[in-house]
């Protein structure tokens, strides 16, 4: 049972969560440069990494109830590899089709500001 506390500390995960990308993606700090085609190019990979193990979870989901066996134990090992699976690809994909379209004038970007 969903209790109010863990209600509390899930949204309190989430804010530090949103404060950890907006700290370390603040532009004016130049800390880590966020270009506009990664973000939407992220944003989309993730659109479609999500999609197909929506769908792969349903069909996985109704084989298992079929064949009368248990999801809990059969089906979320194989949706767990297969989204590491798929996640894994996906990013890889993500960064080769970037770096063969983007160039880089060969400046060092600073990654973490030294005070």
């Not at 999609?51 to 009368?68: D, G």
Request: hydrophobic residues 55%; aromatic residues 16%; glycine residues 6%.
């Amino acid at each position: 049972m969903i209790t109010d506390w863990d209600k509390i500390f899930v949204q309190i995960v989430f804010i530090l969560i949103a404060y950890c990308i907006a700290y370390f993606t603040d532009p004016s700090e130049n800390k880590i440069p966020l270009h506009v085609g990664f973000f939407f190019a992220y944003i989309l990979t993730a659109m479609i990494h999500m999609s197909i193990l929506l769908y792969l979870s349903q069909i996985c989901v109704h084989s298992m109830w079929r064949y009368k066996l248990d999801p809990d134990f059969h089906a979320i090992p194989f949706l767990a590899g297969m989204g590491d699976l798929l996640g894994t690809a996906f990013i890889y994909g993500l960064f080769a089709v970037l770096a063969s379209v983007q160039t880089y004038d060969g400046e060092i970007i600073q990654v973490v500001k030294i005070h």
